[in-house]
C-alpha cells in the first residue's frame, strides 16, 4: 500500500524567510503532484514532477524530485503572508492514474508578516 | 475555459438518507475522480471514471457509487448516510487519468 509521509504538519515562519516542505513516499512512483489548498477552498495544482531529478519553480515556490530516495520537496523563498496556505503532496498510485492518487495530510504553513 | 464545476455546494442531510452529487469536467477531459477530504483521513480516493466506466474504487463501502455519462460528466451516490459521511467531497478531471488532475469547488455534506 502506498504511504505519503508529509513534514512538518504545521509551520509558522516569517515573512522573507525560507523553508522547505518534506514529502516522502513508500513505493516507487514517477509522478509526483503538489497541491495547494485555501482555507474552505478546493486544490489548486501547482506542480507535477514527472522524473527523477525534476525541478520546476514558479515565483517562491520551487519543487523537487527524487525518485531514488523517494522524496520531493518544496522550497519556498523569501516568504509572503499571500503564501499562507496548505500544501499537499500527492502520488499516482498506479503510474496510469486509474487508482487515483494518494495524498500527504498536508502542511499547514502561515507565514506572519 | 471553464473549470470543474460541483453541484450542490452544500448540503445538508440526515442518517439513512441518500445524496446525489454531480460534477461536470473540464471541457474535453474524460476522466473523473472522486475525493472525500475529512479533517481525520484527509484526502481519499473514492473512485475513477473514463468514457463512461468505473476504472478503479478506493476502499470505500458499497454505500458509495457513482456514474459516468457520455458527455464524460459525473455522478456519485451515497446511500444510507452515516454520521461520518460528513466530509467535503471533491471531484477532479484530467484529459486522461495519467494527466494532471483538475479540482472542483466540492460539495461540502453535513450528515445530522
Known amino acids: 500500500e502506498l504511504k505519503v509521509e508529509q513534514n512538518p504538519l504545521f509551520l509558522s515562519m516569517q515573512e522573507g524567510k525560507n523553508y522547505t516542505i518534506y514529502c516522502n513516499y513508500s513505493?516507487?512512483?514517477?509522478?509526483l503532484y503538489w497541491y495547494r489548498q485555501d482555507p474552505g477552498k478546493s486544490l489548486e495544482s501547482l506542480f507535477v514532477l514527472l522524473s527523477n531529478g525534476a525541478v520546476k519553480q514558479e515565483g517562491r515556490l520551487m519543487a523537487s524530485l527524487d525518485t531514488k530516495a523517494r522524496l520531493s520537496t518544496l522550497h519556498i523563498t523569501a516568504a509572503v503572508h499571500d503564501l499562507s496556505a496548505t500544501y499537499f503532496c500527492a502520488v499516482d498510485n498506479s503510474g496510469g492514474g486509474a487508482d487515483g492518487l494518494t495524498f500527504g495530510k498536508g502542511t499547514h504553513l502561515i507565514i506572519q508578516p | 475555459k471553464a473549470g470543474v464545476t460541483q453541484t450542490p455546494r452544500y448540503l445538508i442531510k440526515t442518517r439513512g438518507q441518500q445524496v446525489t452529487l454531480s460534477c461536470s469536467p473540464i471541457s474535453g477531459h474524460r476522466s473523473v475522480s472522486w475525493y472525500q477530504q475529512t479533517p481525520g483521513q484527509g484526502l481519499q480516493f473514492l473512485f475513477e471514471?473514463?468514457?463512461?466506466?468505473?476504472?478503479n474504487k478506493g476502499n470505500f463501502p458499497g454505500r458509495f457509487s457513482g456514474r459516468q455519462f457520455s458527455n464524460s460528466r459525473s455522478e456519485m451516490n451515497v446511500s444510507t448516510l452515516e454520521l461520518g459521511d460528513s466530509a467535503l467531497y471533491l471531484c477532479a478531471s484530467s484529459l486522461v487519468a495519467s494527466e494532471t488532475q483538475y479540482f472542483g469547488p466540492g460539495t461540502r455534506l453535513l450528515v445530522l
Open positions: 513505493t516507487t512512483s514517477d509522478r
Open positions: 471514471y473514463f468514457s463512461e466506466t468505473q476504472r
